[in-house]
């Protein structure tokens, strides 16, 4: 089971890749994938050569490494959503499995919600709270993402350290975001 990515392959074009097959149901808030799947409906995505559950790749872009193995909590296989999956054990594995296959709904693509066009602002691998910047932050962080970038530190580079967006880290800076937290 491959547990890290070459240290040549780009991020980003990863992440734009996984996000054009993924599709949003409009019944529930499960993120399918509409790429390649194993014949038990997970969906499968090939790096650099390389076979991956999309799971563990969506797991691994979120938290930098990834568990042995990935659960489901939704009753959906195919789902990638973050938060629908967690760490669990083979045994875990095998009962959540057999589960899922019992409720999964068979349902054509085409039937799923012409998303498409919006799923630009998907990104799997953020949990609810990192996908909006204000919510997982502190004051103190606040105050430090701004000591920080204007102390010359890359705002990539604290994104990347407050699990954050690049924009938010700007917007922080500028005093669009946070704004009542008064700049030292
Ligand atoms: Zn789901």
Redesign the pocket.
């Known amino acids: 089971m491959l547990n890290t990515l070459p240290p040549d392959v780009d991020l980003d074009k990863l992440r734009a890749a996984l996000i054009k097959r993924i599709r949003l149901p409009e019944w529930?808030?499960?993120?399918f994938w509409a790429g390649r799947c194993t014949p038990n409906e997970r969906g499968r995505f090939c790096v650099d050569g390389h076979e991956w559950m999309v799971a563990r790749l969506v797991w691994l872009l979120a938290r930098g490494s990834v568990p042995e193995r990935i659960l489901?909590t939704?009753q959906?296989p195919n789902?990638v959503?973050l938060e629908?999956l967690t760490p669990g054990t083979h045994r875990d594995c095998m009962l959540g499995g057999s589960a899922s296959k019992r409720y999964v709904a068979r349902l054509h693509p085409e039937k799923w919600a012409r998303k498409e066009n919006n799923a630009h602002h998907l990104r799997p691998w953020l949990s609810q709270g990192e996908r909006n910047g204000n919510a997982k932050l502190k004051v103190e962080d606040v105050r430090q993402i701004r000591a920080l970038v204007r102390g010359g530190a890359s705002p990539r580079a604290v994104a990347r350290q407050f699990k954050i967006t690049q924009s938010n880290v700007s917007q922080i800076v500028r005093l669009k975001l946070w704004k009542h937290v008064p700049a030292v």
């Not at 529930?28 to 993120?31: K, L, S, T, V």
């Open positions: 529930c808030d499960c993120y489901q939704c959906h789902c959503r629908h």
